[in-house]
């Protein structure tokens, strides 16, 4: 399954919303998609896993949704420690991620 | 937090072997799957290939397919990734990343990386 992100930078600043895309090549279970953030220089970390769920001590500003091939990760109101690189990834098929969006400051 | 912990940086030549270890705990090396994840200066992550916490099969992307074996030491809780026949598209950060007990993902836990380079 190849997993197309869009868009590929998203300026935005402090206090806003952001909506990521991730687009499945086939549909997929959304018990096998997750996301995950990183800070350059730094391991990713899990964010959401199966769609929706918060992973352990992820604030609630990060939401996922979506199903079949279209998935969304929504952060409410971007704090600065948000600026990062975002992945989706599904595993039901294999494992693959899609190439990421970098929310950067506007 | 699980902590898994890799092995060094790396510099090798091409056509050179690489082998990178990730130490883990007891109980996450007997009931997690472990995955090796990778990433090239300045792009994306890479799945690479998974051990299977019972028994030990593996499973790999096909582009890395007969060029990566990944392996496991029950003795000290250690799994290894070793890449043969370097070139330079291999510099990358290799990750190893713990996955479900009963699924391949998601990758919960991250090791610190290993700097992998490949120069003459």
């Known amino acids: 399954i190849v997993l197309t992100q869009s868009p590929g930078t998203l300026s935005l600043s402090p206090g806003e919303r952001a909506t990521l895309s991730c687009r499945a090549s086939?549909?997929?279970?959304?018990?096998?998609l997750a996301w995950y953030q990183q800070i350059p220089g730094q391991a990713p970390r899990l964010l959401i896993y199966g769609t929706s769920t918060r992973a352990t001590g992820i604030p609630d500003r990060f939401s996922g949704s979506g199903s079949g091939t279209d998935f969304t990760l929504t952060i409410s109101r971007l704090e600065p420690e948000d600026f990062a690189v975002y992945y989706c990834q599904q595993d039901g098929s294999s494992v693959t991620f899609g190439g990421g969006t970098k929310v950067e400051i506007k | 937090q699980v902590q898994l912990v890799q092995s060094g940086a790396e510099v090798k030549k091409p056509g050179a072997s690489v082998k990178i270890s990730c130490k883990a705990s007891?109980?996450?090396?007997?009931?997690?799957?472990m995955n090796w994840v990778r990433q090239a200066p300045g792009q994306g992550l890479e799945w690479m290939g998974i051990?299977?916490?019972?028994?030990?099969?593996?499973s790999y992307a096909q582009k890395f397919h007969g060029r990566v074996t990944v392996t496991r030491d029950t003795s000290t809780s250690t799994v290894y990734m070793e890449m043969t026949s370097l070139t330079y598209e291999d510099t990358a950060v290799y990750y190893c990343?713990?996955?479900?007990?009963?699924?391949?993902?998601?990758?919960?836990?991250w090791g610190q990386g290993t700097l992998v380079t490949v120069s003459s």
């Open positions: 990343a713990e996955g479900g007990s009963m699924s391949w993902g998601p990758f919960r836990s």
């Open positions: 051990i299977n916490p019972n028994g030990g099969g593996t």
């Open positions: 007891a109980y996450s090396f007997s009931n997690y799957y």
């Open positions: 086939q549909s997929m279970s959304s018990s096998s």
